[in-house]
């Protein structure tokens, strides 16, 4: 019972705690630990979370206290939340082509702002591909999969579109033929073109 009690007052204090520093609110995005997902109530031993797959998550407060909490929601009404994904491109491709070939990938993907501009970083020159990170800015986390999904999306059709090879993330040799997929291969059985 002693150790049942000084868990409670812990969860307490912690409660106390949070409500005090304001980290977050209902309706927040947030992750805790490896836990992500929509505040849906906050009481004072536990916050509820909603996550992405429709699961309620409980997290005691004392453990919310003694963890790495990232809100995704809090600056993104104002300047937006950056989305980031990479990619490896081979050294024979120029970079300023691959980097317009990501923003045009950005500028396609709906929801995504456009203002500010998506821009893209060189993360690592490695062996035998160059890293580039696509940034783009949204104003919706609890959007993220999604808006992830379709900028991945984008960025394989734009290379593809292009012939460019992605290479990401093992290479192992040259190939003698560029591993993209043709457009008149895009929509192979069972998958069927968009109506228009």
Same mark, same amino acid.
């Given at each position: 019972?002693?150790? &049942?009690?000084?868990?409670?007052?812990?969860?307490? #204090?912690?409660?106390?705690? #949070?409500? =005090?520093?304001?980290? @977050?609110?209902?309706?927040?995005?947030?992750?805790?630990?490896?836990?992500? &997902?929509?505040?849906?109530?906050?009481?004072?031993?536990?916050?509820?979370?909603?996550?992405?797959?429709?699961? *309620?998550?409980?997290?005691?407060?004392?453990? /919310? #206290?003694?963890?790495?909490?990232? !809100? =995704?929601?809090? #600056?993104?009404?104002?300047?937006?939340?950056?989305?980031?994904?990479?990619?490896?491109?081979?050294? *024979?491709?120029?970079?300023?082509?691959?980097?317009?070939?990501? %923003?045009?990938?950005? !500028?396609?993907?709906?929801?995504?702002?456009?203002?500010?501009?998506?821009?893209?970083?060189?993360?690592?020159?490695?062996? @035998?591909?160059?890293? $580039?990170? %696509? !940034?783009? $800015?949204? *104003?919706?986390?609890?959007?993220?999969?999604?808006? =992830?999904?379709?900028?991945?999306?984008? /960025?394989?059709?734009? @290379?593809?579109?292009? &012939?460019?090879? %992605?290479?990401?993330? !093992? =290479?192992?040799?040259?190939?003698?033929?560029?591993?993209?997929?043709?457009?008149?291969?895009?929509?192979?059985?069972?998958?069927?073109?968009?109506?228009?």
């Amino acid at each position: 019972m002693s150790l &049942g009690a000084a868990s409670m007052v812990a969860n307490s #204090l912690a409660g106390y705690t #949070l409500i =005090y520093r304001r980290a @977050f609110k209902v309706g927040d995005r947030i992750k805790v630990g490896d836990v992500v &997902g929509d505040v849906v109530e906050m009481r004072q031993q536990v916050t509820h979370l909603r996550t992405p797959k429709n699961e *309620e998550v409980t997290i005691p407060s004392s453990m /919310i #206290l003694n963890s790495h909490v990232v !809100n =995704y929601s809090s #600056l993104a009404s104002e300047n937006g939340l950056i989305l980031h994904t990479a990619v490896g491109i081979g050294y *024979e491709t120029p970079w300023r082509q691959v980097e317009a070939m990501l %923003i045009e990938a950005a !500028n396609r993907t709906k929801g995504l702002k456009r203002e500010p501009p998506p821009f893209v970083l060189q993360t690592d020159l490695g062996d @035998f591909a160059v890293t $580039y990170e %696509i !940034n783009a $800015y949204c *104003e919706k986390p609890q959007e993220m999969a999604r808006l =992830y999904t379709a900028l991945r999306r984008n /960025i394989l059709d734009v @290379f593809n579109e292009h &012939g460019v090879q %992605i290479m990401t993330p !093992n =290479y192992v040799a040259d190939t003698q033929q560029p591993k993209v997929v043709p457009n008149e291969q895009w929509y192979a059985a069972p998958a069927s073109p968009p109506h228009k």
